[in-house]
């Protein structure tokens, strides 16, 4: 059963780590063929544009015209015995190929007098498949994560 209303908040540009204890599993979840993924997105209907990170682990893969596609890795998911570990780093895994982490959540230049676009706010969802597979798969966690300004990050901007 999925765990909704995991909601969460961070600063621009931060390096965050968010685990999620996984409480209704029958068995260990960290079997050799698990693997699972982590995306937040401009809303929980957005498509891949709308993505703005991904995690994925080993060789996740999805259904692709009946046959399966494995998912790009992107580094910093871990599954353990009953928890689920995503990690962000401040990069963008080059050219925006690979959305690793946190300053795919770096604003546009701002549009108001006072230079804010803040805070935003993101649907996250995490997916766990003990078989490996997305066509195996279970929703386990949902929420929002919330960006707020960073002084330390706007002043200078000592932090890109």
């Keep these: ?27 260990a ?4 063929a698990a693997d699972g993924w982590w995306g937040v997105a401009t809303a929980a209907n957005s498509n891949s ?12 893969t999805v259904s ?5 596609v494995q998912v790009q890795d992107h580094d910093g998911l871990l599954i353990s015995s009953n928890f689920i570990t995503c990690e962000a780093v401040l990069n963008n895994g080059g050219g925006g190929t690979r959305i690793t982490g946190s300053v795919a959540f770096l604003p546009a230049q701002p549009t108001t007098g006072d230079g ?19 066509d195996n798969s279970t929703v386990v966690a949902t929420g929002t994560l919330t960006i707020h300004r960073s002084l330390f990050t706007s002043v ?3 932090r890109r």
């Design 156 to 158: 200078g901007r000592y």
């Design 49 to 60: 544009s709308g993505v703005k990170m991904q995690k994925s682990s080993g060789t996740f």
């Design 1 to 27: 059963m999925a765990s909704t209303g995991q909601n969460f908040a961070i600063h621009s540009l931060d390096k965050f780590q968010v685990k999620f204890t996984i409480t209704d599993n029958l068995t």
């Design 29 to 32: 979840m960290n079997d050799a």
């Design 116 to 134: 804010s676009n803040y805070p935003q706010t993101f649907f996250h969802e995490l997916v766990y498949s003990g078989a490996g597979a997305a």
């Design 64 to 68: 692709s015209a009946g046959s399966a």
